[in-house]
């Protein structure tokens, strides 16, 4: 298991010291939406026998190289009901909008942005009480609960991908799991 991030500053880093998970900062260049040279995350990765990566805050675009070296292996958690609000300020955007109901979607990673197949989503009501903040905390919560149990059925649980979702089950054509 290995904690990789792009700032030396990140708060999880204490926390992944505390849980004795090794980590390390890799270099993200210049850019601030894309990996300047993705290699460098392949190589430590692929080093330390990490078979499946998990995004969470991770800000950046990857591309084909990454994509590939962990092809259906990649997941992500982003703070709306996909395929709704995409990229960034996601939940900003659908309090601004006014929606009724957001929430949060773990999807597999691919090349299009926030696009990939929905493994598990989590509907947050807005409140007529709401602020932006309260909505954005509540979100969080759900994002904090359903990506630990998105990730263990995504690991252990065969699966296919069935149009624009994952289908686990028994009965399912192993894929993955």
């Known amino acids: 298991m290995l904690l990789a991030v792009d700032q030396p500053d990140a708060p999880a880093i204490e926390r992944a010291r505390r849980l004795s998970i090794e980590t390390a900062v890799l270099p993200a260049?210049?850019?601030r939406t894309r990996l300047e040279d993705e290699r460098p995350w392949?190589?430590?990765l692929k080093?330390?026998?990490?078979s499946v990566v998990l995004l969470a805050g991770f800000m950046r675009r990857l591309h084909r190289e990454f994509l590939s070296a962990f092809d259906g292996r990649i997941l992500n958690?982003?703070?709306s009901l996909l395929p709704a609000f995409p990229g960034l300020e996601a939940i900003r955007r659908a309090f601004e909008h006014g929606v009724r109901v957001s929430g949060c979607?773990?999807?597999?990673v691919d090349a299009?942005?926030?696009?990939g197949?929905?493994?598990a989503q989590a509907a947050v009501e807005l409140r007529d009480d709401d602020t932006l903040e309260s909505f954005e905390t509540r979100i969080h919560e759900s994002e904090h609960r359903l990506y630990p149990m998105a990730v263990c059925r995504f690991i252990t649980e065969p699966w296919r991908i069935e149009g624009r979702r994952l289908a686990?089950?028994?009965d399912a054509k192993v894929t993955g799991g």
């Open 77 to 79: 958690i982003h703070p």
């Open 42 to 44: 392949i190589e430590a």
């Open 29 to 31: 260049g210049r850019f």
């Open 105 to 108: 979607t773990v999807h597999l």
């Open 47 to 50: 080093e330390r026998g990490v």
């Open 112 to 115: 299009e942005l926030d696009h």
């Open 117 to 119: 197949p929905v493994v």
């Open 168 to 170: 686990f089950g028994a």
